[in-house]
């Protein structure tokens, strides 16, 4: 019981010291006349995935990205392994997953073609990111695998859709560093105003990005919830 406690408060320290990071203020939003990458955020039922075009991926920050040569986009989700890999999670998992730090996977699915049109039924938000934002980024996803003793990455099976792959990551995941958290963390990464531990859920996270991105699709399944540029 006495461990337990100490891992939560160690989990909650954690939290409060990521919410009080600074933002790397110089990287967003980038300055007129400067070059920029579009990066997609896509609404997925309780999480979301960020979506990159991979031939913008700078050299040497994400190595893995080379497992899907023929991909123009890489979308990248991130949360416990266990409920992330079970298409029907039971009470159990789901338990476990809200309550224990437990290992976690990331989900990458290559594809080409317009994000809206390979995610039809999600909420679609651009986000405009500096060179060095994206740089940032691409190194924030490119850290989350975990590596066996040759430095490889660790593939465990097929992604639940498309063509892609799930990796074991070196992160854990629990209550206070859910899979929204830690994309909120990857946007913080690459310069965004927001605040990780104040986006625990998919709507607190899409609520926030659309205040500083913009929405190019909203949710088709959820006509009473609509997000647009009066967000800013």
């Not at 909650?12 to 006349?33: Q, W, Y």
């Not at 998992?93 to 317009?114: C, D, N, R």
Request: net charge negative; with cysteine.
């Amino acid at each position: 019981m006495r461990t337990a406690l100490i891992h939560v408060f160690i989990v909650l320290l954690s939290a409060m010291l990521c919410a009080c990071a600074s933002i790397p203020k110089d990287h967003f939003p980038p300055t007129p006349g400067e070059p920029s990458k579009s990066i997609y955020l896509v609404s997925q039922s309780w999480h979301a995935g960020i979506v990159v075009k991979r031939a913008d991926i700078p050299p040497g920050t994400w190595p893995q990205n080379n497992d899907f040569p023929d991909a123009e986009y890489l979308e990248v989700g991130w949360g416990d392994k266990d409920y992330y890999m079970t298409p029907s999670p039971h009470l159990g998992i789901t338990l476990k997953a809200g309550l224990l730090p437990t290992a976690s996977v990331l989900h990458i699915v290559g594809f080409s073609g317009s994000v809206t049109r390979y995610f039809p039924r999600s909420e679609v938000i651009r986000i405009e990111l500096s060179e060095a934002g994206f740089q940032q980024l691409c190194s924030y996803l490119g850290s989350s695998y975990a590596l066996d003793e040759a430095g490889r990455s660790q593939p465990l099976g097929p992604s639940l859709y498309g063509a892609g792959q799930f990796y074991l990551s070196q992160e854990n995941y629990h209550a206070f560093n859910t899979c929204n958290v830690w994309t909120a963390r990857g946007l913080r990464e690459a310069g965004c105003p927001i605040t990780p531990a104040a986006n625990l859920t998919i709507d607190d996270l899409m609520d926030t990005v659309a205040r500083f991105g913009t929405v190019i699709q909203n949710d088709p399944s959820d006509p009473g919830v609509i997000r647009s540029d009066a967000f800013k």
